[in-house]
Every structure is written in C-alpha cells, then in structure tokens.
C-alpha cells in the first residue's frame, strides 16, 4: 500500500526528492517530499515495533550523515 501512495503522488506531479528507501535502524520504508512552502516532509511505513522487553539492541557501523542532501531543492 505504502508504494503505492509513493505512485499516486508521482502521478499527481508532487516532487519527490528522496527514495523510496528503506531506514537502517526502524527498518521502515520512506520517501522525502516538500510541501507547498519548502518544508521537507517523510512519508514513512512499516516501522519497526519493539515488544520484547529483552530484546538487545543491535550494535552497528557508524554511517555517514547523508540525510542532508533531502533538504536541496
């Protein structure tokens, strides 16, 4: 469902400017937007629940700061 309302949107000439993707640590799908005044919007599905009290949280790489590039028009 979640693509296609990415589609929907692309069919109805709003701009995206980033994705779809899909985040590393939520897990969850995503896709960038600016709104009518420039503001950069997530459209985001699926996150990623977490129900168990003892669950260990997963030690990863760090990566780059490459989020910013969402914000050039």
Do not use: C
């Amino acid at each position: 469902m979640w693509l296609k309302a990415v589609f929907y949107a692309g069919e109805r000439g709003i701009r995206r400017v980033w994705g779809p993707g899909r985040h590393l640590f939520g897990n969850n799908l995503f896709s960038y937007y600016h709104d009518p005044e420039g503001n950069t919007v997530e459209y985001t599905a699926e996150v990623e629940q977490l129900t168990d009290p003892n669950r260990q949280p997963r030690v990863m790489q760090p990566v780059p700061d490459i989020w910013n590039s969402a914000n050039r028009a």
